[in-house]
């Protein structure tokens, strides 16, 4: 497995270790954390880092929505990393799964290897995925979902 360099936790100083938890039950599905992605992080139309997904139950008059934020899982097994051959998916040793760009040639295999749908090619046939806003963290902000969040819905932090 490919493991990348990675730059101290601004705040600490010390090597991070990012983490993000979700608490599903807070979720409106206002749809303000894919928003908040795509226009942070330039994602093309037709393309999410992050969706929700929705799930109704019930029959009429008794009917409940379901809302179910989704990103990238960041594995720790990583399937993505290891479908890739060119070796343009790397993890940190802050935990999180990026894509090198320069190197990828975009296959389609780390796309295919992913059971939650969370990486995807953009305009320019390059893998594109959540990599916790690496730039916010390196300036010592949260992910832009996290702050955008209404509901509180994510949990990010350094797990040491």
Request: aromatic letters at 6%; a negative charge; proline letters at 6%.
């Amino acid at each position: 497995m490919a493991v990348a360099e990675t730059r101290p936790n601004p705040k600490t100083g010390r090597s991070a270790d990012w983490r993000m938890a979700l608490d599903i039950e807070r979720c409106i599905g206002c749809h303000a954390c894919s928003v908040a992605c795509k226009v942070e992080n330039t994602v093309p139309l037709g393309r999410f880092r992050t969706k929700v997904y929705y799930l109704d139950e019930g029959k009429f008059p008794k009917v409940k929505r379901h809302f179910l934020p989704t990103l990238c899982m960041q594995c720790e097994d990583t399937p993505c990393l290891k479908a890739c051959d060119r070796v343009a998916i790397v993890k940190g040793a802050d935990g999180i799964v990026r894509v090198d760009a320069d190197k990828c040639e975009h296959v389609g295999a780390c796309e295919a290897a992913c059971p939650y749908g969370a990486i995807g090619c953009d305009d320019n046939d390059i893998a594109d995925k959540c990599d916790f806003c690496s730039h916010r963290l390196d300036a010592g902000m949260e992910p832009a979902c996290v702050e955008t969040c209404p509901g509180e819905v994510f949990h990010f932090g350094d797990a040491n």
